[in-house]
């Protein structure tokens, strides 16, 4: 899909966001990671710019208009787009990455799930343990993948693992206390690791709503220094940190 007038080629691309959406936050994760800076537009869901509508009439985000008007309104392609812009010796793009299965899974079977845990009252037909007992099967492969590497992308941090971790922070917010309960010690620590670090910080700051009359916001700010952060948690093979 294609627009005009949205972003100029000398100007960074311009993302449109949500910053507690878990599409979004993957697609801020691969962006600061990679050292891409864009315009960073905080799209109030409830009502949502025109520029939006007329980039992505479909009205989600993430959604990435590039230089030459072309757009991404899937945040795997935006993943893709950032990991694209790497030397090939960077360790986003060395080993597992997001063809991996697991990435599918997550996006279909336990977004799903997910979505009836977080919001049961909506979905009246079974409780919420039923809910969170179908979601926790992708739960125990997570736990069996990091029995096998101190990663979900292997001895290294890396695209999978930004893909997955803002989904299995949102289930591990419905009910924190049993999530910190439950038989998943790997993953309770690989989670710890990943909120506590600056890569994840960094893209979580809060932001009012954009406007159409505001002044460019560049982000992320200290490129430099999240993406040195990201490196370095890529290559660390630590269970217990960075």
């Not at 697609?27 to 939006?52: F, I």
């Not at 009246?124 to 029995?147: G, H, I, K, N, S």
Request: proline content about 7%; glycine content about 4%.
């Amino acid at each position: 899909m294609t627009t005009t007038g949205s972003s100029t080629t000398d100007s960074p691309p311009i993302l449109y966001s949500f910053r507690r959406c878990p599409y979004a936050i993957r697609a801020r994760l691969a962006l600061a990671a990679t050292q891409q800076q864009v315009q960073l537009r905080e799209v109030k869901l409830a009502n949502k710019p025109q520029a939006l509508l007329q980039a992505s009439p479909k009205g989600t985000v993430p959604v990435l208009v590039l230089n030459n008007d072309h757009i991404l309104d899937e945040s795997r392609d935006i993943m893709h787009w950032a990991i694209s812009q790497l030397d090939s010796t960077h360790p986003w793009r060395v080993g597992v990455g997001l063809g991996d299965p697991l990435l599918e899974r997550n996006d279909k079977e336990f977004k799903h799930w997910l979505d009836r845990y977080k919001y049961a009252d909506r979905h009246p037909d079974y409780d919420v343990v039923y809910y969170r007992t179908q979601a926790e099967a992708f739960l125990m492969c997570l736990e069996r993948r990091l029995t096998e590497a101190p990663w979900l992308s292997g001895q290294h941090g890396g695209a999978l693992d930004a893909a997955i971790v803002p989904f299995v922070r949102q289930f591990a917010g419905v009910d924190a206390v049993w999530f910190e309960q439950a038989p998943y010690p790997l993953l309770q620590s690989w989670l710890r690791r990943w909120l506590s670090s600056a890569l994840f910080t960094g893209v979580m700051d809060k932001r009012v709503p954009w406007k159409p009359e505001d002044q460019p916001l560049l982000w992320p700010l200290a490129v430099g220094a999240l993406a040195s952060e990201a490196r370095q948690f890529s290559l660390s093979k630590s269970t217990s940190g960075f």
